[in-house]
């Protein structure tokens, strides 16, 4: 009985096979850590880019001069070249002007003052008390001014400033043929722009167009 239980024991330890290696090697390791930080970064691009999205649709502030045309119908009299400034997400400006084909077409600043008054000029007709009026500083509006006035003959152009804000500005804007609204990209809200145009519809005056700095 001894003998055929020994014999049994060796047969089976004969049988028995090395069981494989369940240990991960070096290399699988270094395969698998390469494949999900490759995923990891892809995903984590995505979700920047859709975070940009978000708040590009979801952003207030004028972006584009067309959707002053698009939103209000409001003629584009000149757009000045933007001012390249290192800040967060600007390669997205970049890509939209792309995008838009807009990045080409931007003028010097006497290119555009000539333009812009020559558009302005088209549009005046009768006017001859024009008031110069928009959501940005006073400083960039008189900028503005200092530029247009001296190709607008026969045409008084004056100063007027935030019509949504200011008082005096509103009071001017009433004694004034027309209007010609001055706005900033990445600064001008769309809230204030409407404010501002439905002041000028109150008062019946005419928007001449915009001019976009």
Known sequence: SLDTSLKDKTK??????EPANTLLSKRSILKSSIKYAFLGGVLGVFMVVFFICVVFLMS???VNEKELKRRYGIMVLGVFRRQEK??????????????????????ADA???????????????DSRNVLLVGTVADQAIKMVQDGLAP?????????GGNLG???QAIKKAASCDAVIVVEKRNKSGFGEIEQELDVIRSLGKKVIGCIVL
């Open 111 to 125: 290119q555009t003052f000539e333009v812009a008054a020559a558009n302005a000029g088209n549009y005046i007709e």
């Open 86 to 107: 290192k800040r967060l997400f600007s390669f997205v400006d970049r890509l939209v002007d792309r995008m838009e084909g807009t990045a080409e077409r931007e003028l």
């Open 151 to 159: 190709l607008l003959n026969g045409v008084t152009l004056s100063v």
């Open 12 to 17: 089976e330890l004969e049988e028995l096979e």
């Open 60 to 62: 207030d502030k004028l």
């Open 165 to 167: 804000r200011d008082a």
